[in-house]
Nanobody, 116 residues
Framework: QVQLVESGGGLVQPGGSLRLSCTGFGFMFSNFVISWVRQAPGEGRELVAQISSGGGTTNYADSVKGRFTISRDGAKNAVHLQMNNLKPEDTAVYYC?????????WGQGTQVTVSS
């Protein structure tokens, strides 16, 4: 059964850090481009960060450049999103997406709330 499982969300104060993880099951996770997409209340989905199947290419939204880092852990079939210097505007549900030319998988999402 194909599954993407996100973890690591929570409540953090402005300026704090969180590390999100996305783990894949039931498919060749390492062959897929992995993206983190977020959706704030009342807003559309925003691509936050993306990493290529080999891990050699990463892309970030302008709003998170210099603060977020995406990385792959091949041994654990996982992708991590290290989020530093968090701001209230980073508050959203964060979703993991795995995609290739033919398939597109989504996780259930994890809530990140940045508030004092």
């Amino acid at each position: 059964q194909v599954q993407l499982v996100e973890s690591g969300g929570g409540l953090v104060q402005p300026g704090g850090s969180l590390r999100l993880s996305c783990t894949g099951f039931g498919f060749m996770f390492s062959n897929f481009v992995i993206s983190w997409v977020r959706q704030a209340p009342g807003e559309g989905r925003e691509l936050v960060a993306q990493i290529s199947s080999g891990g050699g290419t990463t892309n970030y939204a302008d709003s998170v450049k210099g603060r977020f880092t995406i990385s792959r852990d091949g041994a654990k079939n996982a992708v991590h999103l290290q989020m530093n210097n968090l701001k209230p505007e980073d508050t959203a549900v964060y979703y993991c997406n795995a995609g290739d030319r033919w398939r597109d998988y989504w996780g259930q999402g994890t809530q990140v709330t940045v508030s004092s």
